[in-house]
Antibody, heavy 121, light 112 residues
């Protein structure tokens, strides 16, 4: 059974840093395309980042508003996806969902339960 | 980030059919057959309902169907049931310079 379990969300001050983790089970993150989607309180979904499989080069992509501040990565032996977030802003406050993107397609077939990041002074 | 345009809310009675529209541009919905739809109940993670415009994943009821015409995609739910009350989001791959995927603002479905 495919499962994605996020952790690491917490209250952080503006300008601070945080790392989210997403532990995967039931499949291999190394051979998968993985990503993050966020949802600000009471708002809609926003795509944040994606990392392609190692076999296809492991390229990473980001939405413009986080490029240069966020870094997506994975730990192969731990089967875990990460999102390193630096220079956090008030507008980064959101629930961050870990997602799996299908290899041969452009949609997200599995979602984690989400991890809340609150940026506030 | 420019979101796809969805109605904020729709409603219907049990047994009826409703359609939710999702309007994009020639850079996203109109450019690719990569429209997907997600259902989200309060406090829960989104769930994939439709992919590639009109395909249903295994396990999703055939009461849910998708279509597309030009820059507008649509999700139709037939035979409305109480458990269909949720938020629905469309999404599309995009060739926009600054992001790869775009979502709609979401539509709240109320089953009367």
């Amino acid at each position: 059974e495919v499962q994605l379990v996020e952790s690491g969300g917490m209250l952080v001050q503006p300008g601070g840093s945080l790392r989210l983790s997403c532990a995967a089970s039931g499949f291999n993150v190394t051979t998968s395309y993985m990503g993050w989607v966020r949802q600000a309180p009471g708002k809609g979904l926003e795509w944040v980042s994606v990392i392609y499989s190692a076999a296809t080069g492991g390229n990473t992509f980001y939405v413009d508003s986080v490029r240069g501040r966020f870094t997506i990565s994975r730990h192969n032996s731990k089967n875990t996806l990460y999102l390193e977030m630096n220079s956090l802003r008030l507008e980064d406050t959101a629930v961050y969902f870990c997602v799996r993107k299908v290899v041969l397609g452009y949609y997200f077939d599995y979602w984690g339960q989400g991890s809340l990041v609150t940026v506030s002074s | 980030q420019s979101a796809l345009t969805q109605p904020a809310s729709v409603s219907g009675s049990p047994g009826q059919s409703i359609t939710i529209s999702c309007t994009g541009t020639s850079d996203d919905v109109g450019a690719y057959n990569y429209v997907s739809w997600y259902q989200q109940h309060p406090g829960k993670a989104p769930k994939l309902l439709i992919y590639d415009v009109d395909n249903r994943p295994s396990g999703v009821s055939n009461r849910f169907s998708g279509s597309k015409s030009g820059n507008t995609a649509s999700l139709t739910i037939s035979g409305l049931q109480a458990e269909d009350e949720a938020d629905y989001y469309c999404s599309s791959y995009t060739r926009h310079l600054n992001f790869d995927w775009v979502f709609g603002g979401g539509t709240k479905l109320t089953v009367l």
